[in-house]
């Protein structure tokens, strides 16, 4: 009886909603600086090459998706799927990132003939078991060319940002690179 009460779904909406309250604001991000085309024609090639460099990834960052370690299976399937993600970020109580699920993932575990596909075994396991590595992870302050090496070496389609406490702040990725870089290099 007590496994009906919990599973119901009016009683996981508001769990869902809860968690979702704690979440908080977003996240703090760095003043971009504004290279409109008129600076970027005054810039000598040598000043436009600095100017690549000196990008940080706490200037260029998109707001991280992200879910609590002790957020279950379907807590994480849920918010895959409602907010049309590829994966989400694992965070500890205080904010640090332990690891990132994709999406491809969560299908793998759930196609496995070994698992049951019943609803109530995803409440169960928490987010934290279905991440096997922590998250390659860059400060604010790194150069955003330097981001973009290390998700080319380590075949990533987006790292982590943190702040100096190590909580996760924000992340950078292929479209922060698209937008940002091209107007360097024509």
């Known amino acids: 009886m007590d496994v009906e009460i919990i599973m119901s779904p009016k009683a996981l909406k508001e769990k869902r909603v809860r968690r979702g309250n704690k979440r908080g604001t977003s996240m703090p991000q760095s003043r971009p600086r504004k290279l409109t085309k008129e600076v970027m024609a005054r810039m000598s090639p040598k000043q436009r090459a600095e100017t690549a460099r000196s990008i940080t990834c706490g200037e260029t960052m998109l707001e991280a998706h992200w879910v609590w370690y002790d957020a279950s299976m379907a807590d994480v399937i849920d918010d895959l799927t409602s907010n049309n993600w590829d994966h989400v970020f694992v965070i500890n109580h205080e904010g640090a990132p332990q690891g990132r699920i994709h999406a491809v993932d969560v299908l793998k575990i759930i196609a496995r003939k070994k698992v049951n596909r019943d609803i109530a075994w995803m409440h169960g396991i928490p987010a934290q078991q279905l991440v096997n ?50 107007k360097f290099i024509l």
């Open 133 to 182: 590595l922590p998250p390659l992870t860059v400060t604010q302050s790194t150069p955003l060319l330097k981001a973009g090496a290390l998700m080319l070496t380590h075949d990533l389609n987006q790292i982590a940002v943190v702040n100096k406490e190590g909580a996760l702040v924000g992340v950078v990725g292929h479209q922060t690179m698209a937008r940002h870089m091209p």
